[in-house]
Nanobody
């Protein structure tokens, strides 16, 4: 098992930046691929970004490509989502997720076995 805790969400003006963190428990963080998802009321959880165990591959939703960067520091058991040029449309609860089995379906919430509690990001106009 792995326990995930997101932090860093807050109110920010459009055009601003935030960095979300996802702290993982245990000593095996490096064995998990990680993803970031977001969700707004009334909608399904939406893929944002994913990163492989080795940090060699990253994937992004078209809506955030060029603005968001996913990264990880396995020595610190932490994954990050750097969000720049934020838009009001980015407002959502952001969740990190982990899976021991990464596949081409990195964009699917069903791929991930472990989830954090979420952190609210609000982008004002």
């Amino acid at each position: 098992q792995v326990q995930l805790v997101e932090s860093g969400g807050e109110l920010v003006q459009a055009g601003g930046s935030l960095r979300l963190s996802c702290a993982a428990s245990g000593r095996t963080f490096g064995t998990y691929a990680m993803g970031w998802f977001r969700q707004v009321p009334g909608k399904d959880r939406e893929f944002v970004a994913a990163i492989s165990r080795s940090n060699s591959s990253t994937y992004y939703a078209d809506s955030v490509k060029g603005r968001f960067t996913i990264s990880r520091d396995n020595a610190k058991n932490t994954a990050y989502l750097q969000m720049n040029s934020l838009k009001p449309e980015d407002t959502a609860v952001y969740y990190c997720a982990a899976t021991a089995l990464f596949s081409g379906r990195y964009y699917s919430p069903d791929t991930y076995d472990y989830w954090g509690q979420g952190t609210q990001v609000t982008v004002s106009s």
